[in-house]
T-cell receptor, first 116, second 113 residues
Framework: AQKVTQAQTEISVVEKEDVTLDCVYETRDTTYYLFWYKQPPSGELVFLIRRNSFDEQNEISGRYSWNFQKSTSSFNFTITASQVVDSAVYFC?????????????FGKGTTLSVSS | DTAVSQTPKYLVTQMGNDKSIKCEQN?????MYWYKQDSKKFLKIMFS???????INETVPNRFSPKSPDKAHLNLHINSLELGDSAVYFC????????????FGSGTRLTVV
């Protein structure tokens, strides 16, 4: 069975601190896809990144970076020099098959609060 | 131009009523979805359609019925609304190849009183 665990329910940091959001997944498939989404207070779901199971290269996009480690089934997300605008709920998600209609299985989310 | 649009954004209704939420996407995607986000922010899939064909029908009460008149639209009709149906409902769409991720609508906050 597939499962995504985000053990950190809430994290509070002060602006300019670095913060890492953890994501651990379970799947029996050898091919799968991992995602991160951001849900700001306005409520929309914003796509951040997709990672294939066969591509373990880490990725950096501005202040955001992602660390994918198959050995520990983790796909962690780090925000460097956090800003107040980073305050949001962040969701990690997993898809086991690359075909039409496949569900994204979401973790329960981590609420990040960045104070000035 | 909104890629995935849902209407209405807010819906307040009484128990027992029937209501519909509309969803349209202009991305040319083949696949559309309905997700429910509960009060604890947990997101769970309800339905997915590919080219108007039902692919996923999770264990939801049969009071919920999706309807896809064409591949750009996926509406959600709910009969005999109950208090527990209060949630945010998200529509989403994707290419047939899911690896590009979903594009979500802005959500419909349903409150049943």
């Amino acid at each position: 069975a597939q499962k995504v665990t985000q053990a950190q329910t809430e994290i509070s940091v002060v602006e300019k601190e670095d913060v890492t959001l953890d994501c651990v997944y379970e799947t029996r498939d050898t091919t799968y896809y991992l995602f991160w989404y951001k849900q700001p207070p306005s409520g929309e779901l914003v796509f951040l990144i997709r990672r294939n199971s066969f591509d373990e290269q880490n990725e950096i996009s501005g202040r955001y970076s992602w660390n994918f480690q198959k050995s520990t089934s983790s796909f962690n997300f780090t925000i460097t020099a956090s800003q107040v605008v980073d305050s949001a709920v962040y969701f990690c998600a997993l898809s086991e098959a690359d075909q039409a209609g496949t569900a994204l299985i979401f973790g329960k989310g981590t609420t990040l609060s960045v104070s000035s | 131009d909104t890629a995935v649009s849902q209407t209405p954004k807010y819906l307040v209704t009484q128990m027992g009523n029937d209501k519909s939420i509309k969803c349209e996407q202009n991305l040319g995607h083949d696949t559309m979805y309905w997700y429910k986000q509960d009060s604890k922010k947990f997101l769970k899939i309800m339905f997915s359609y590919n080219n108007k064909e039902l692919i996923i029908n999770e264990t939801v009460p049969n009071r919920f019925s999706p309807k896809s008149p064409d591949k750009a639209h996926l509406n959600l009709h709910i009969n005999s609304l109950e208090l527990g149906d209060s949630a945010v409902y998200f529509c989403a769409s994707s290419h047939r190849i899911l690896s590009y991720g979903y594009t979500f609508g802005s959500g419909t906050r349903l409150t049943v009183v």
